[in-house]
């Protein structure tokens, strides 16, 4: 079967020019000969309109029309005339074919297939900024870290560390799957200082732990518009909107990470379908569901005429329009014919 993609030449360096060019690369695989095309093509099995009609007149056998978005009164009309005069309105979104169909749309003639994804986008990892000292007493209760590192997978975080004495810790996070990098170089304060405040704005979390009344690279954070994972005491109790997320207990920290980690899952897992194949396969689906009721619909061939048939019995039998002798002067007529039965 041969399907051909009709899109004008001014929209292929576009987003519409990517998505013919996506599609014709995954039907194949699908059993189609795929042509692009600035008009409709007469011998097409399908014809398939990627934005709108563009005033275009659509063509025998099958032919459906790609609708973006609606957003002017003028769109609406267009894109209700385009749902009339083709087989099916592929909206990109359900709303939208929800929309055509209250303003008037036949609901048999209007569906919806999501946008494909190109391959290729990795997620980064989320940024947990540390700045803080490890002391020998554990004031700052890095064993939650560490018992964390133990129990989770980490792999979805990256770890920001800036003091001394995490050298072992950062190993213990690797091993949880987490990227670390580490400066604990704090002969240069000032030096040091600046360095943290620099990086600052790139996390997308500071973590503190210690209940020695907070931590002053809290007010950096903050000031940066970063969330925060911290103690609820101290004067972080006085900072309005300040702590994100309070962590007093183990159960606290593990719950926090875990969340915030399952929140991304979700984001990515919302996109993971959104394959050109499936694109591909949906648009084919709708396809052959439509050439099998138009074959369905079509005259069947005359039976001989009996030699006892009277002549004002005679059978009148127009040609089908998939016929090879259905021409372009046979398409005038007929859709004239189909648009005048609705």
Not at 225 to 248: A, E, N, R
């Amino acid at each position: 079967m041969r399907c051909n993609l009709v899109l004008g030449a001014y929209y292929r360096d576009w987003m519409m020019g990517k998505i013919m060019r996506r599609l014709a690369e995954a039907l194949p695989a699908l059993g189609w000969t795929v042509t692009i095309s600035e008009t409709p093509d007469f011998a097409a099995d399908v014809n398939h309109f990627l934005l709108y009609l563009e005033g275009q007149v659509p063509c025998p056998l099958v032919a459906t029309v790609g609708i973006t978005h609606v957003d002017t009164e003028s769109k609406k009309k267009q894109v209700l005339l385009a749902a009339e005069q083709t087989d099916l309105a592929i909206c990109m979104s359900r709303e939208t074919a929800q929309y055509l169909v209250s303003e008037g749309a036949d609901p048999s003639k209007v569906c919806s297939v999501r946008p494909a994804l190109d391959p290729g986008i990795s997620p980064r990892r989320i940024v947990i900024g540390i700045a803080t000292k490890r002391y020998r007493d554990g004031r700052k209760r890095e064993e939650l870290l560490a018992r964390l590192a133990g129990e989770i997978d980490l792999s979805a975080f990256a770890f920001e560390i800036f003091g001394e004495g995490w050298s072992s810790f950062a190993q213990r996070l690797r091993k949880a799957g987490a990227e670390v990098s580490l400066a604990e170089d704090c002969d240069d304060f000032e030096g040091g200082y600046a360095r943290v405040r620099q990086r600052v704005p790139f996390f997308d979390y500071y973590l503190y732990l210690g209940f020695d009344e907070g931590s002053l690279g809290t007010l950096d954070a903050l000031a940066a518009g970063v969330k925060t994972i911290i103690t609820p005491q101290g004067f972080h109790l006085d900072l309005d909107h300040g702590i994100t997320h309070p962590v007093s207990s183990y159960e606290d920290l593990k719950s926090v990470f875990e969340s915030i980690r399952d929140e991304r899952e979700e984001r990515i897992a919302a996109v993971r379908p959104l394959t050109w194949q499936r694109y591909a396969e949906e648009h084919d689906r709708l396809w052959r569901r439509l050439l099998d009721r138009r074959r369905d619909r079509m005259p069947r061939a005359p039976q001989e005429e009996s030699a006892t048939a009277s002549a004002g019995q005679q059978a009148r039998v127009e040609t089908p329009i998939s016929s090879p002798a259905a021409g372009r002067s046979s398409w005038g007529g007929w859709l004239a014919r189909r648009f005048r039965a609705g």
